[in-house]
């Protein structure tokens, strides 16, 4: 339930990506206000509201929480939708991200309140894979959505509103089945703690193995948001891809492989040998495979060795980046462990999200002229980001083995 939750959440954040031409041509944008539409709008309040409902969700019921979270932020995807001039759509992402914000948490709660680290591992990879498949499927869902309203009249709406609401229907459903459980299953109240102050005085006090987890966690983010944000802009110059067919692709790719590096990375640490091993070096083996995977996408001749290529970005990305997840947590006092994991994706929004497509796309700028610059600018921000978390993650993988007993 709380990964199809999340599924919904990343396709949700994602439509502004597909609709983006529609709204540009009718509402006169500029490329920075659809810039800001998909990026500040919502990353930087959805930060910040991490970090107030990580504080306060201690001591509530977090299956009442996850219900009211998805009627606020299927609110404000019905107000974009809905929207009529850009102000209305810029209030529509800020009432999304609040509200996927308080999600986040409480679904840390439920899935984090059990002692077992295989199970707890495989939980929590199961829910991220909910997001790494609704990001690729918002290309997907949103394309063919786009498709089935094209020349149809729906009341007078503009086939981008249809299609925007199409997608909202889902939400509905899952509304229904959170609200009954929330009726049936009612948890008592967990401690409250100290809130995110006490998540930042543990982190503070065991700051050699948080702050690089901290820093591997940005930047598998960042590599992963790299690779998602030009994955279909490489297809379509390197290979010649009309836009929607190239979007298409890099999504259909996405889709199919994410699950298999977020549920790979929670089914690995959690088996015996993943215990052997440690968390240290399946971080370095995951950044190897994706560095390999974006220097495979820039270097093939073919289109089918280019999908192998992101198909390894993709998996090693999402590899890496469940498991520093899964650690955080297991390093981390039950009562405490919303609160820290609400400071952690704070974190890695803020730079991942922020700075993975920027970087990218700065170094694309200042490369030479040519069809393949931008797929060798990736792979010099992506083969950058895999040595410094590769090296992290083995300088500390005795200090994190430690303190997690695995």
């Known amino acids: 339930m709380l990964a199809a939750a999340q599924f919904a959440a990343y396709v949700d954040r994602g439509l502004p990506a597909v609709v983006a031409p529609l709204i540009k041509a009718q509402f006169g944008l500029t490329d920075t206000q659809i810039g800001l539409l998909q990026g500040p709008a919502f990353s930087t309040l959805y930060a910040v509201g991490l970090l107030v409902a990580g504080h306060y969700v201690a001591g509530r019921d977090p299956w009442r929480l996850a219900a009211g979270c998805l009627i606020v932020w299927t609110g404000g995807a019905v107000l974009f939708a809905l929207a009529p001039d850009y102000p209305g759509m810029v209030t529509a992402r800020i009432l999304m991200g609040l509200g996927q914000a308080a999600f986040a948490p409480a ?5 984090t ?6 199970r707890r591992a495989r939980a929590l990879s199961t829910f991220t894979t909910g997001s790494a498949s609704g990001r690729s499927a918002a290309l997907l869902l949103g394309g063919a959505a786009l498709a089935m309203v094209a020349g149809r009249s729906f009341t007078g709406l503009e086939p981008w509103r249809a299609a925007s609401l199409a997608l909202v229907i889902p939400n509905l459903m899952l509304i229904a089945v959170f609200v009954r459980a929330s009726r049936r299953h009612r948890i008592s109240s967990r401690e409250r703690g100290q809130g995110i102050v006490g998540a930042l005085s543990l982190m503070r006090a065991r700051w050699r193995v948080f702050v690089p987890l901290l820093i591997v966690g940005a930047g598998s983010v960042l590599l992963i948001q790299a690779g998602g944000a030009w994955s279909a802009s490489i297809l379509n110059r390197s290979f ?10 890099a999504g259909a790719v996405a889709l199919s492989f994410a699950p298999v590096g977020h549920l790979g990375g929670g089914w690995t640490l959690g088996s015996s040998f993943g215990r052997r091993v440690g968390a240290g070096p399946l971080l370095a083996g995951g950044m190897a495979l994706a560095a390999a995977g974006a220097l495979l996408l820039a270097a093939s001749g073919s289109l ?8 390894g970005l993709t998996v090693g990305g999402g590899f890496a980046a469940v498991l520093v997840l899964i650690e955080i947590q297991a390093m981390t006092d039950i009562r405490l462990r919303p609160q820290v994991g609400a400071v952690y994706l704070a974190f890695v929004s803020l730079i991942g999200v922020g700075f993975g497509p920027l970087l990218t796309g700065i170094v694309s700028d200042r490369g030479a002229a040519g069809p393949d610059t931008l ?3 990736l792979v010099s921000v992506v083969g950058v980001t895999a ?8 300088i500390f993988a005795g200090p994190w083995r430690r303190s997690t007993g695995v």
Do not use: R, S, Y
Request: hydrophobic content about 70%; aromatic content about 2%; cysteine-free.
């Open 107 to 111: 679904a840390l709660m439920l899935l």
């Open 113 to 118: 309140d059990q002692e077992d680290p295989g």
């Open 240 to 249: 010649g891809l009309a836009a929607p067919n190239a979007a298409l692709l």
């Open 304 to 311: 089918a060795g280019a999908a192998v290529g992101l198909a």
């Open 375 to 377: 797929a060798w600018a």
């Open 387 to 394: 040595v410094v978390v590769a090296g992290v993650a083995l």
